[in-house]
């Protein structure tokens, strides 16, 4: 025990006590002047925004991809199935140039989107795109316990009782997996925010325009502003936490909502 | 509403889930589909309710063909053995449901719809319970929701799947006994499946027993216990004592000797014989057609139980006895069957 | 009496599923959003490394550059994978077997690495250890370089990686109770025996499926590492951050040479998780199997 906790103490307590004592350093003036300058909010409004945004798209798509992995039968579902994992998998570095060279002008899917009009490399909509690969796993995995443990009693009561089909998928099932729903958003919202590697290269990283806070974060400790640096960084940590505690309490939540055989 | 269920089949592979089912359900009548599991009764249950669909035959509500229509479609109320309440919703919710999912064109105002939960729920005795989660109720209460729910859509017929199988006994007979009077109340046609004889023979006006995707015999409790039709309705009904018999010229013999009783109309050859155990009198030596020697003796209740080894062929029997001669492990006893049924093996 | 037959076709639709054309559209989208999203990035990877041919796929691997970045990289995964192994095991015994006061504090500190930004993993590093850092000072003054150095980055991604082990093995020994080890110990067997022969055969699935994530995640790692290593080439260059260095200078086919390593790695990583996470479904570990 004692080991542990000491190990424990040095691999994390010590680094992220270091990271609180150093803000507190700042008077409130400070600090509030650190995030309240123009560039700084630019970067929290695009991180989060974006993340948020890509997380949306993640909580449709991924109920979408959830539903055909689980409920319908079609050759590949197994090899799909799988694909899934990719983007946790995956280093991140690899998925930013990946999805740069996908992407740019000349990319493979950039090539036909630019004939449309619509830019994605080096954009806020790469940032967006990269975001929403990064996510896909979360809604999915979330979800697909939950889907796949569901009732089969629960429809037929529903049908017997004179529901259509969509009036049983939207009433009986959707809502019961709500609590997972919400789980794997909070999730795919919380890794986007703070994600650096997939993202910084299909960025434009142009300060106020496309620049993630995570980058901001590096930036400001080359030019050693550690406590700009810190700043942001406590903002960033703070908001996940809040994100991580209300995941834990949807999970509590959906326990409630389990009927205790 | 009266059913008429001809000749049905229902194969899951090779195996027969049901071969051959023919069954009439009058109006109004407290029917209960009995049998062990794998018999077929859940499965007929569910082809009258249109949540399976049969390989062959026929099966109609007052004369129409029920098979043209889907579960939604026959207006059957289903109550499932583990409730499947939804349990995102209030109860209020839950017995709402089936009403409120009607279409445009037939549903009511939400006027009614609360006026008729509220009449349902009073039935159940659950009307407290109106804003509660299933998960805040306890298995019986829940098991009465979904019979609210299932009742809310005025089904013709209430179909239960072992309603009362996830409770514990001393709610399951407080159901029991409510389910009959509610029944007798309301008068819908009900078919129960059950593998509880206790509970069809308390509960239903016929009972209908099964085995092996086949009815072996329908009739009122009464028929069924005092005149089982075959082997296994006598067996599965009440404790029986069965022996090894052999038929022949109109003699019974057991393990080589000849026993005084009659053959019953039973042919020539091996064949069981089945004795209830309150039937069978037990009395000093000699005073019985059968003969043993008692092994040992448990005593319960108002009776004393005794294993008994006869002296004809290998059989060791159980038996009941009043407690007023108490009986010895040693003892040599008489048995005599006062009703008996042979049964060709 | 067939009639009933062309009823039973009609009316019949499975009450479970949906119509046909939604489930066409349902599939359809799903497939072609993976595809776009996830294939064909992956797709791109190998298409980018190979676009000037085989040859120069190979000599982009054995450019010393790479490889000192490949060397790197092994030796910060085995010696973060090693240490977490061991203190994963430790912690997930110690919470699994016993009561103590501040069980939940030490579970939600095992999972803090696991939910913060990487950047920001690097950053409390370079806030201890940089110039301007608690002890860059007393560090640069006894000529340690933690920062800017391979130290650095194995303690960034120890870090990063910490909580792999533990997380799989925590639910594993929580179900699989103390029985077996009061057994043990009722029948003579010391501590570390009752480790060694009654425990650790029980969980050895948790444990590879854990140094499996972790040693993904370690080689893998950009963002944290990106940080605290100065980028100094042929030094203190990992795998993924060669990858980006080369790609800025627009060297592709090498960048995507290096990537492909990595990609490949996640593939197998993927495939042997798959596999592991089989064993650990069928319940306790069948001993002897």
């Not at chain 1, 507190?24 to 993340?51: K, M, P, V």
């Not at chain 2, 207006?75 to 409730?83: A, D, K, S």
């Not at chain 2, 509960?203 to 296994?232: C, H, L, S, W």
């Not at chain 3, 499975?14 to 119509?19: A, G, K, N």
Request: hydrophobic share 50%.
């Amino acid at each position: 025990m004692g080991l542990t906790l000491t190990w424990l103490s040095v691999i994390i307590l010590i680094p992220l006590a270091g990271l609180f004592l150093k803000t507190f350093e700042l008077s409130l003036d400070q600090f509030w002047g650190i995030l309240s300058s123009r560039r700084t909010l630019n970067a929290l409004r695009i991180s989060f925004g974006l993340a948020f945004a890509a997380a949306i798209v993640n909580l449709v798509m991924g109920m979408i991809i959830v539903w055909a992995l689980v409920r319908y039968r079609f050759p590949g579902r197994r090899l799909f199935d799988a694909i899934v994992d990719i983007p946790f998998a995956l280093p991140t570095a690899v998925a930013g140039v990946a999805l740069t060279s996908l992407f740019a002008q000349k990319g493979w899917l950039g090539a036909p989107l630019a004939e449309l009009g619509i830019k994605v490399a080096f954009t806020p909509v790469g940032i967006f795109v990269a975001m929403i690969f990064i996510g896909i796993p979360f809604v999915v995995r979330t979800v697909q316990p939950v889907l796949i443990d569901l009732d089969v009693e629960i429809e037929e009561a529903a049908a017997s009782l004179g529901a259509n089909r969509w009036h049983t998928v939207s009433k009986v099932i959707l809502p019961s997996l709500i609590p997972a729903l919400l789980t794997g958003f909070a999730l795919a919202f919380a890794r986007a925010v703070g994600e650096y590697g997939s993202v910084i290269f299909i960025a434009g990283n142009l300060p106020n325009v496309s620049e993630i806070a995570p980058l901001l974060i590096v930036i400001r400790l080359s030019e050693f502003r550690y406590a700009d640096a810190t700043a942001i960084a406590v903002v960033m940590l703070v908001a996940s936490f809040l994100i991580i505690f209300v995941v834990n309490r949807l999970q509590r939540w959906a326990q409630t909502q389990m009927p205790a055989h | 509403m009266a059913i008429e269920v001809k000749n049905i089949v229902k194969k899951f592979g090779a195996f027969a889930a049901l071969d051959g089912v023919d069954l009439k359900v009058a109006d109004g009548e407290l029917l209960a589909l009995l049998g062990p599991s794998g018999s077929g009764k859940t499965t007929l249950l569910r082809i009258i309710a249109g949540l399976d669909w049969p390989d062959a035959g026929e099966v109609s509500f007052d004369g129409e063909n029920a098979l043209a229509r889907g579960a939604g479609e026959r207006q059957v109320g289903f109550v499932f053995q583990h409730y499947a309440l939804f349990r995102h919703m209030t109860v209020f919710e839950n017995v709402a449901f089936g009403l409120r999912v009607q279409p445009r064109a037939v549903r009511k105002d939400e006027a009614s719809i609360r006026r008729r939960v509220k009449e349902l729920l009073d039935l159940v005795q659950l009307d407290w319970l109106s804003d509660r989660y299933p998960s805040q109720l306890s298995g019986g209460q829940r098991q009465r929701i979904a019979l609210a729910r299932a009742l809310a859509i005025e089904p013709r017929v209430l179909l239960l799947d072992e309603p009362f199988g996830a409770l514990d006994a001393k709610v399951r007979k407080e159901l029991r006994q409510w389910l009959r009077s509610l029944h007798h109340e309301i008068h819908v046609t009900s078919i129960f499946v059950t593998h509880d004889q206790e509970e069809a023979l308390e509960v239903a006006n016929r009972v209908v027993v099964m085995d092996k995707g086949r009815i072996e015999q329908i009739g009122t409790p009464g028929e069924v216990y005092d005149n089982p039709a075959t082997a296994f309705v006598h067996g599965f009904i009440g404790e029986s004592i069965v022996l090894p018999v052999d038929v022949r010229d109109g003699c019974v013999r057991l393990g080589g000797r000849a026993l005084n009783i009659a053959a019953d109309g039973v042919a020539c050859g091996a064949s069981k014989l089945f004795i209830r155990r309150h039937d069978m009198q037990v009395g000093p030596a000699g005073s019985g057609v059968l003969e043993g020697a008692v092994r040992n003796v448990r005593s319960f209740g108002p009776i004393q139980r005794a294993e008994v080894a006869l002296s004809e062929g290998d059989s060791v029997i159980e038996i009941d006895a009043p407690r007023d001669r108490e009986l010895r492990s040693g003892d040599i006893v008489g048995l005599q069957p006062r009703r008996y049924r042979i049964f060709a093996a | 009496m067939n009639q009933p037959q062309i009823a039973l076709n009609s009316a019949r639709d499975d009450l479970r599923t949906e119509p046909r054309l939604v489930r066409v559209v349902i599939i359809a989208t799903a497939v072609t959003f993976l595809t776009l999203f996830v294939v064909m990035p992956l797709v791109v990877v190998f298409a980018q490394a190979f676009s000037k041919g085989v040859g120069a796929y190979f000599s982009a691997l054995s450019d010393p550059e790479a490889l000192s970045a490949i060397r790197l990289t092994l030796c910060v995964a085995a010696i973060s994978v090693s240490l977490n192994l061991v203190f994963g095991l430790v912690a997930a015994w110690a919470i699994a077997k016993f009561d103590f006061r501040g069980k939940t504090f030490l579970i939600s500190l095992i999972d803090l690495p696991f939910s913060v930004s990487p950047v920001i993993s690097g950053l409390v590093f370079v806030l201890l250890f940089g110039a301007q850092g608690y002890w860059g000072p007393w560090l640069q003054s006894h000529n340690v370089h933690v920062l800017f150095a391979v130290p650095g980055i194995a303690l960034a991604t120890i870090f990063v990686t910490f909580p792999f082990v533990a997380r799989a093995l925590i639910p594993l020994m929580q179900e699989q109770g103390t029985q077996e080890e009061e057994a043990a110990i009722s029948l003579g067997a010391s501590g570390l025996q009752t480790f060694f022969r009654v425990t650790l055969p029980n969980i050895k699935w948790g444990v590879l499926y854990g140094v499996l994530l972790c040693n993904a995640r370690a080689m893998g790692e950009f963002g944290a590492v990106s940080v605290v290593s100065g980028h100094i080439r042929g030094e203190t260059n990992t795998m993924p951050l060669l990858v980006e260095i080369l790609y800025n200078e627009y060297q592709f086919v090498s960048s995507f040479a290096i990537a492909s390593l990595l990609a490949m790695l996640a593939l197998i990583t993927l495939v042997a998780k798959t596999i592991l996470e089989r064993h650990l479904d069928e319940g306790s570990t069948p001993r002897g199997d």
